[in-house]
Antibody, heavy 120, light 107 residues
Framework: EVQLVESGGGLVQPGGSLRLSCEAS????????MSWVRQAPGKGLEWVAH????????YYVDSVKGRFTISRDNAKNSLSLQMDSLRAEDTAVYYC?????????????WGKGTTVTVSS | DIQMTQSPSSLSASVGDRVTITCRAS??????VNWFQQKPGKAPKLVIY???SLQSGVPSRFSGSGSGTDFTLTISSLQPEDFATYYC?????????FGQGTKVEIK
């Protein structure tokens, strides 16, 4: 069964750091782009970042550039999101996601999400 | 950034109704559009990719169309399990962006 399981969420003060992890199973992890998508409470979806198969290229939404770092360990089938200088507006459920490609890029597998709350 | 504007933001419909949700991109994006269904407290689920391709396992009552700037998601005969929020997304340019969502409620 194809599965993504996130961990690492929690409560953190503004300006603090948090590292999210995602364990992948059931597919050849190294063959796929991987992404993080977030959803603030009661709001819509926001793409945060993605990383290509070898980890050589990363892309970010402007609001997290310079603060968040996406990385992967293909030997361990794991994806990470290092979040620094956290702000209240980063409060959200963070989803780990697999990116497929046929004619266009699309997110075809989602984890259940991990909740990040930034508050004093 | 490419803006994705969905309409309506919400709709009420009955079981068996035909439902259409539209999404307009702020620039031409070929067919780089995906549609997701999300139920409360759950992760999104891919329904349509590449504007018109049905994701494996998704019922055939769902269909997508469009190219360029205008796209539609149609549910031909609404079922009880289809009541949810639907999002369009473009993956033509970074940053990938989503529409604001359309909540489909029971009439």
């Amino acid at each position: 069964e194809v599965q993504l399981v996130e961990s690492g969420g929690g409560l953190v003060q503004p300006g603090g750091s948090l590292r999210l992890s995602c364990e992948a199973s059931g597919f050849t992890f190294r063959s796929y782009w991987m992404s993080w998508v977030r959803q603030a409470p009661g709001k819509g979806l926001e793409w945060v970042a993605h990383i290509k198969q070898a980890g050589s290229e990363e892309y970010y939404v402007d609001s997290v550039k310079g603060r968040f770092t996406i990385s992967r360990d293909n030997a361990k089938n794991s994806l990470s999101l290092q979040m620094d200088s956290l702000r209240a507006e980063d409060t959200a459920v963070y989803y780990c996601a697999r990116v497929g490609v046929v004619h266009c890029y699309y997110i075809d597998v989602w984890g259940k999400g991990t909740t990040v709350t930034v508050s004093s | 950034d490419i803006q994705m504007t969905q309409s309506p933001s919400s709709l009420s419909a009955s079981v068996g109704d035909r439902v259409t949700i539209t999404c307009r991109a702020s620039q031409r994006i070929s067919t780089f559009v995906n549609w997701f269904q999300q139920k409360p407290g759950k992760a999104p689920k891919l329904v349509i990719y590449g504007a018109s391709s049905l994701q494996s396992g998704v019922p055939s009552r769902f269909s997508g169309s469009g190219s360029g700037t205008d796209f539609t998601l149609t549910i031909s005969s609404l079922q009880p399990e289809d009541f949810a929020t639907y999002y369009c997304q473009q993956t033509y340019n970074i940053p990938w962006t989503f529409g604001q969502g359309t909540k489909v409620e029971i009439k």
